[in-house]
């Protein structure tokens, strides 16, 4: 649990066609002052008083925020282009994807199960949780919120498209993967076996399998499906790209 000095007000987030991962962004907190507790804005923030990790029902990393060119023009989706810089406040997310072990919980507490949930080659504790819905990642974060004691309004949440990219880049910029620009088939599970039983991963890989990014989180990039708190607009980054063109023009 966040210590009783320090209390951060996080809004969490998951994610997950077939699987879903915990954030959280940091809005406000509290810290004990002369017997007074004070609220401070994000903006007031300074990144390093923050702890770097806290614990919860699940361990979650800081992710310091900043500014990251978003999206890639050499890729063949074209809703993946035109790129764009976007800026990104701090936030938390968990170290790892929603295990079926961690989902087992939110189960037994009266939540759906997943779509999957009774298929042995799926429902392992180390995997990733997979066949949620939208609503169901968001009836999660309720959950998981409820039992933190947190209220709605600064509980756990999706992540936004930005704020996953941003953590699945882990530091790294224009390059074509999260540990660089050459593909490596042990850096990531994909589906090499075409519905075939073969290799060390059958359909899914643990959670900690593959190595961790930059920023220590594990499965961000290929094992999974991921959901995020965005409504999907194919031609959102054109748009986004000419509001980002008129504000540099009223700067000038």
Sequence with gaps: MVSKKIKILISLFIIGVFSFFIYSTITKYKINEKEEKIKKD???????????YIYGIKKMILISGGTFLMGDDRSKFSDEHPAHFVRVDSFYM??????????????EAG??????????????????????????AVDYCNWRSKIEE??????????????FEYAARGGLEG??????????????????EKGVMKGNW???AKVKDT???????YGMSGNIWQWTND??????????QKIIQKVQKLEK
């Design 150 to 163: 947190l209220p709605p309004e600064i509980g756990y949440r999706l992540p936004t498209e930005a704020e």
């Design 94 to 107: 968990d170290e790892t994807p929603v295990t079926y072990e961690d989902f087992k919980e939110y189960v």
């Design 111 to 136: 939540g759906e199960k997943s779509k999957y949930w009774e298929y042995e080659t799926y429902n392992h504790p180390e995997n990733p949780v997979t066949g949620i819905n939208w609503y169901q």
């Design 42 to 52: 994000i903006s007031e923030i300074n990144v390093n008083e923050l702890p770097k």
């Design 211 to 217: 190595p961790s990014n930059n920023y220590g989180l």
């Design 231 to 240: 409504w999907y607009d194919p031609d959102y980054y054109k748009k986004s």
């Design 175 to 192: 390059k074509n993967f999260p540990w660089g620009d050459e593909f490596n088939p042990l850096m990531a599970n994909f589906d090499e």
């Design 202 to 204: 059958w359909r899914l």
